[in-house]
């Protein structure tokens, strides 16, 4: 456990210049359960992937916990500023440089396992939707190979003049129970659906 303790903290401190620089608000509400972090965008581990805005993040109460049924479950909003323009092979580029490059940091190596990413995607007039499956390498606990199962949305806020990609991640797929532990998370402001 201790080691896990560690990586979480090394996790942390990878953000925390990003985290002290945002100035950025909320837009998830969520129960005390579920740990907050914001990061700043372009992201550090990831700067193949350069949109500017925010990272909204909530981790499930046992997302560090190799045992809990709510391992590695966690979700997080994309706040840009600009609309992003993907398709499918964009969208699967983008995971892949994220977890890579998130592992790489969290690791310190360089040899890990490549990410491999599948998705479904249903683009509608202004957004998209997306399904499917990450594969990589888990370094901060179990330091393995891991499947996670994702959805991911857009949503256009006029309001506040933003665009949201919000992701749902689990080793569990989303025909278990828990995914409807992701209702506890809302958005804060007012989107398009």
């Excluded at 740990?35 to 909530?58: C, H, V």
């Excluded at 396992?113 to 990450?134: L, Y």
């Excluded at 199962?149 to 665009?163: D, F, G, I, L, M």
Aim: with cysteine.
């Amino acid at each position: 456990m201790r080691k896990s303790s560690l990586f979480l903290l090394l996790f942390l401190c990878l953000h925390l210049a990003h985290a002290q620089e945002s100035k950025h608000e909320t837009v998830l509400s969520a129960p005390d359960t579920w740990r907050p972090e914001i990061i700043n965008m372009p992201l550090g581990f990831a700067p193949s992937i350069t949109y500017k805005g925010f990272e909204d993040i909530r981790f499930a109460q046992g997302w560090s916990d190799t045992t809990a049924s709510d391992y590695f479950t966690y979700t997080f909003v994309w706040v840009l500023d600009k609309a992003p323009k993907l398709d499918q092979m964009q969208f699967e580029s983008h995971m892949r440089a994220y977890f890579d490059g998130l592992m790489t940091a969290v690791s310190g190596r360089d040899d890990l396992p490549k990410t491999q990413a599948s998705f479904r995607f249903a683009k509608a007039k202004k957004d998209f939707g997306a399904v499917g499956q990450i594969t990589f390498y888990e370094a901060f606990f179990k330091k393995s190979v891991i499947t996670l199962h994702v959805t991911a949305e857009s949503k256009h806020c006029p309001e506040q003049k933003k665009h949201l990609v919000w992701f749902r991640l689990s080793p569990q797929d989303q025909k278990d129970p828990l995914w409807k532990k992701f209702d506890e998370v809302q958005l804060k402001i007012g989107c398009d659906k």
